[in-house]
């Protein structure tokens, strides 16, 4: 498959936290076409793909994947969405497509997951 438009992103976040990947300008402006966007993660020697969501251009809703629903926030106007409630398994390679007669178009997303660090407390032995 050739794309006409091809981006990459790097991402950082905090575990716990949200992030919003953006994968397309205007998605909206396309009258036409399916948005599908894959998870390629690694846990171990194990890497799997996964369908994160399926959205055919014009129609309401899109369709998640039940592990992400509760964790993600689609927006059909520009294609990104918010991923909520990070944990370390999320960090990896995220590919959003757009198939159209109009484009073709793939942004990458390599996301990695910052573990949270204590705060550090400081003790004095002054007597």
Not at 16 to 27: E, H, P, Q
Not at 91 to 112: E, P, R, V, W
Request: proline residues 1%; aromatic residues 10%; glycine residues 6%.
């Amino acid at each position: 498959e050739q794309y006409q438009d091809e981006r990459t992103q790097n991402l950082t976040a905090a575990m716990g936290g949200s992030v919003r990947m953006f994968a397309s300008d205007s998605l909206s402006s396309y009258t036409n076409g399916v948005w599908k966007c894959t998870f390629y993660g690694s846990s171990g020697n194990t890497t799997s793909d996964v369908a994160i969501l399926l959205y055919r251009v014009g129609k309401e809703n899109a369709s998640i994947t039940d592990i992400y629903k509760d964790r993600i926030d689609f927006n059909t106007s520009d294609g990104s969405f918010l991923f909520k409630n990070l944990s370390e398994k999320d960090k990896g390679k995220y590919i959003c497509c757009l198939i159209s007669n109009q484009i073709h178009m793939m942004t990458t997303t390599y996301l990695q997951i910052q573990v949270n660090v204590s705060t550090p407390q400081i003790i004095s032995n002054s007597s």
